[in-house]
């Protein structure tokens, strides 16, 4: 760069001998002086400054450089200003009525000239910017030391008055005489080289009110014998300006801190908890090469780190919008069943407040430093020592985002706009800083960024995280619902078009937009005009077919590059030998046909990965356009929005959409198979008007399809019509729900001669752990699972586990529990028991597999046996199924038919990714306190969250409580996770009025109504993509658990809350595939009882309708 084109403060070479000092436009160094008679720093020009001879002696071809205009700071710094930026700071203007502002905002009403609204604005700003600088000292430009800075201020000790409205230098305050005096800067502690000492640069007088230290303040401890003046308030202070008015863009920053970190005073009393200290990472050993020649190392792929700390009880900050906090900490809200979200229009302003506490920014510095000199000294680069950390290195690269809710990671790649709040170019400088400061009374740093909403519908968040360390969440601000009004739809809808016509991406998002805006699609006026946002909308669809047309053709394209790349190999496997053809080539050639085999494994492999992966995404791009035709079909505002013959077009589109295979069926109104197969097809052969036959013939399509993909036509109709359609739909029914009741008497309901077994079983074991002394005293056996909760079988194995007290619950943490394990697996060998397998004794919670003989009237039966160490939470979901089997048998009944239909049809196996029976009895019991009774009541209580007056009284309606109570007899520790309690409440004491209320839900053809029912539910209702399974007290959202404990929201599959542990995904094991079969299963079972309901020929019996539902699966059946 030519030495007179820099910036800033400096001093330059002139274009003559001489040297000049001044202001130049760029950053760097500034231009001017010299003989001819021009003023250091004004010379803008770029032409590269001669450092030898005069203006005088040029070349005759040589032309003098004309001199460049002197640029204004204040214009260049307002032209550098975004238009976001100039609207943020010029609203406050209009709203507190300044003439001019608002003289500007009406000639843009009346014009409507975005362009010249916003150039005004900035003319507007650059005046209030130049009156401001009126009032202002300016410092002497070579002002270095203490005292030049004092003496250029007069030791004037008053407040500066900036002008009232002044948004891009506000009002700081003076500091008190000699505050800034060089003090002796204690060492760091040894061992530990202290960073840099970075050049102090002249700053502005500022004066400390109530324990608040502005930017320019460093991490440090006052000076000997200086204290600060007493707090008037408990109010932070705030800087000067209009009501209403947002935190400035940029306040302008004060000086770069010298004090070093070690010198900070320890944390005194915090508003926040304490925070988790960073761990400080160990160095690592560097390895010498035998070799010396230096090897060129290729740097390894960085591993992928999910987001870690999602939960707000786990971070370290605090993140409020628009001065309202995450829902965990808005108690009051949470206890009055107020929103705790905030609701925003559309591209209306957002302002995000953040909190951290000193001592964890410490930590973290004095880590991140120890990390980059490991890493400096391993790739053995010199670099000089530094000498202190300030505040600015604690706060380097700290970082505000606004994510969509559930975005699975941090960091500018997966946020919508993400800033910093210190600027990252070093040619701005600490001039464009977000606003921060320091308040020693709680010992934090805050600070506020300004934002604006998102220009589409949908949830946001803001995320506070380092831009170094994005996996690691520091804090979450509530759930933000933008909404648009009425007259936003229009520039809404017009901002998705574009996005579809710029083709940046694969325009799922752009897919996933208009679906939600056809959702929220509901006007408060409906006679409202919405011409214009009609035609932006019908724009979209036509953008959104295409999308989805370029993505069938990519994928039939990228499905016949796999089928021949499969060919290739078969042909090749097909091909003979050399031993078939009795030619040896040697030992050579035998690892090279090795190696060739090997490498036609690893093929076939990435082929099969290729074509999943292929079909997936297919799937999902035919599940996101469906979206949009569910939302416009199921929408009853959607006619304000759009044509009716735009409407049956979609109408009839949707028709042809099947859920259970996630594909769209031929469309039936073309000549040629062709062009039937493309998705979604030529719009101009859907007919208008539609008819009924023309509907129905989209679903004879829809069912050809369903038979060749599904093997039958799935049964919709729902199953209270059938069971009210008559004398027959009532005896069929009660005949499926006497074969139930019968079923289960014989074969599932336990006997109390086996419940006399398992204690005996119990019982002994206890006594070998006891007589083994490798226990504490008062160590205990106790019985989980199915063999306890009233949910399994005669034949059911028995888990069991060691319940360590209370006293001695260290005996976990330190190894002496596997240990002990080991020691009691050999003891049971000793005492007769067979089997002993000690394998899983390394797994999370320990567990040994044996087998127990038990004599039985003189016949040995081999009692299956688990025994795991402490398990507590086993033994509470234990005892919360066992209270639902108490006060509703009928469950038991239910459960025990599902288990088998499950188990029959091959979906009930976790090692081969499908859900387990626990999964199953949760899906159950979701569904019963869903479901209503004729007086709108649960069939289900819900005992987590009944409400216990109610459940004594039974009078009224149903009600529950808001928020389960905390008590040291309630809130366990979390057996394997540190810092995480579980509350372990649930309604367990007075059950015979919760055992009246179910009985009276037990109607002679309930059970086997309910059964349909369930079927029906999880096959055509349930939301997979966006809703959980969950026991709580509301209906929960996936994009809340991606949120709040980091779940795939994209995962469109099944999801289930534990009841306790509500990080942990009961169904994540089942893949995507299982989970189709699951539904697909689902659908089935439902199909097969209302074509019998509603068959015309004699109806089959209860028992033979449950073997034909439970029938096993056959070969043919088998999935992929």
Partial sequence: MPEGTGGGRGRGRGLSRGRGRGRSRRGGRGGGGGNNGNKGGDSTTPTKASSKGNNDSKKPNEQTPTKAPRVDPIEEKMRLMGDQDVLIAFGPFIRAGNQDAVRVHQQYLSNNKQIEFINNARQFLIGQERRANETKPILPVEAKTVAEIEAAHGNNNSTQNNAPHDVMQPNLPTLPPGLLTPQKLPSLPPGLTSPQRQQQQPQQPQHHQGGIQNNNNMLRAMPPGMGLPPPQNNTVSQINRPPGMPPPMRPTAAPVATEPMSSLPKPSSSILPAPTPAPVLPPKESKTEPDTTPAVKTPAKPTKQWRIQTRCEEQPGRLFANDMPAASFNLAATAQNKPTSLIARTRSELTARWVLPLPYLRNRAIRRFEELKNAAEESKVTRPPPQNLTIRDALKTLTVGLFRRGAMDNGASSSIVSKEILCADSKDGPDKDYFFNIDQRTDTVFGTVPFYAPRTPGNVVFRLYFEDEPHVTLACGPCIEVVPNDSDYDSVLRFILSNFKSKKTNGMSSLSALATVFEMFKPRRTNANFNDAGRMAWGCVCEARKVVEQAAQKFVNQKEEIEERLEAIKIKEELPDLKSLNVSGGDNETKKEEDENDDTDAKNDAIMKDKFTNERKWREMQHAYSSILQAVVSNKYIHLLMKRDLLSTMRLEYELWCPLCDAFAPIPFVKTKFEA??????????????????????????????????????????????????????????????????????????SEKVWRRREQVRAAIEQVMSNSREFPPGTKVAVFGSSANGFGSPNSDLDLCLSIPASAADFTNDGKGVEAMTNLASKFTAAGMRDVNTERLTARIPIVKFNVPYNDNGTEILVECDLSLQNPLALLNTSLLRTYATISPMTCVLASIIKRWAKSRDINNPSKHTLSSYGYVLMLTYFLKNARRGDGNPILPNLQWVDPQWAQNLTNLYREIAAKPKSPQTLVAHPTLENYVVNSYFYRQGLEGLQKYCADNNGPSTIGVLLASFFHYFAYTFDYKKHVVSLGNKLVEKEVKAEEDGWSVYKSGLAIEDPFELFYDVAHVVKANNFLHIKKEFALAYSKIANEAQSKRDIITGKELIDMICEPVSQDEGRD
Avoid at 690 to 719: I, W
Avoid at 734 to 741: I, K, R, V
Wanted: glycine share 10%.
């Fill in 677 to 750: 197969s493309k998705m979604p097809g030529n719009v101009s052969a859907f007919p208008y008007p539609a008819g009924k036959d023309h509907y129905q013939m989209c679903r004879s399509s829809k069912e050809e399809m369903q038979q060749t993909m599904l093997g039958f036509v799935p049964q919709v109709d729902n199953v209270g019509e059938i069971a009210r359609g008559g004398k027959k739909g009532r005896d069929f029914f009660l005949d499926l729900s006497s074969a139930m009741n019968e079923m289960y008497t014989n074969e599932y309901a336990v």
